[in-house]
């Protein structure tokens, strides 16, 4: 079975600093979908990145970037120039299952605190 | 175009009784999926259905159980309610697509609350 471990169970980061939150993953599959999600208190889960097993490049969505290390098995959220409302938990997720299929399995997540 | 919507958003029941969720996918959507997250166990899979088909399930005991209609809008039943099954329940939506080499991401609503007293 699939794995997802976030070992951070919460940080404290200064606004407009960088602030990487970490990810390893364990999987026999050689094709997998890692994805990050927000979750603000107000409890939807809010969709930030994905990284495919065969993307060869390191995804980036505006200020977040994932640092995809596959042979160490690690999909560590980068998140640039931290904003007040970047404060959340975040949760690293792996699609599980055949093609079609939709199960995420979570991580334990990491709440975030941006201090002004 | 109109995101995940969950139905209702807080609920109190109390032990024994059973209830009953709604969720509304995105327009097109085929498949919607549901989790139970809660303080001690996080986030995990209850199951799944596409085209009004369970295509995948969790491991809960046989109380949670769900359908799909032909709107594929879906339901979550769990009886006998219990203590424990306190939680947020989120459902989300994806279009049906080969995901492998692409992402067919997963979109959430905002979450029923269920309190069990």
């Known amino acids: 079975a699939q794995k997802i471990t976030q070992t951070q169970p919460g940080m404290f980061v200064q606004e407009k600093e960088a602030v990487t939150l970490d990810c390893t993953y364990d999987?026999?599959?050689?094709?997998?979908?890692l994805f990050w999600y927000k979750q603000p208190s107000s409890g939807e889960m809010i969709f930030l990145i994905y990284?495919?097993?065969?993307?060869?490049q390191n995804a980036t969505e505006g200020r977040y970037s994932l640092n995809f290390q596959k042979a160490r098995k690690s999909a560590n959220l980068v998140i640039s120039a931290s904003q007040l409302g970047d404060s959340a938990m975040y949760f690293c997720a792996m699609r599980e299952g055949p093609q079609g299929a939709q199960k995420l399995v979570f991580g334990q997540g990491t709440r975030l605190t941006i201090n002004p | 175009k109109a995101g995940v919507t969950q139905t209702p958003r807080y609920l109190i029941k109390t032990r024994g009784q059973q209830v009953t969720l709604s969720c509304s996918p995105i327009s097109g959507h085929r498949s919607v999926s549901w989790y139970q997250q809660t303080p001690g166990q996080g986030l995990q899979f209850l199951f799944e259905y596409f085209s009004e088909t369970q295509r995948n399930k969790g491991n809960f005991p046989g109380r949670f159980s769900g359908r799909q209609f032909s709107n594929s809008r879906s339901e979550m039943n769990v009886s006998t309610l219990e203590l424990g099954d306190s939680a947020l329940y989120l459902c989300?939506?994806?279009?049906?697509?080969?995901?492998?080499?692409?992402?067919?991401?997963?979109?959430f609503g905002q979450g029923t609350r269920l309190t069990v007293v």
């Open positions: 989300a939506s994806s279009p049906q697509g080969n995901w492998i080499r692409g992402n067919t991401e997963a979109f």
């Open positions: 999987t026999s599959d050689q094709s997998y979908g």
């Open positions: 990284q495919g097993s065969y993307d060869e």
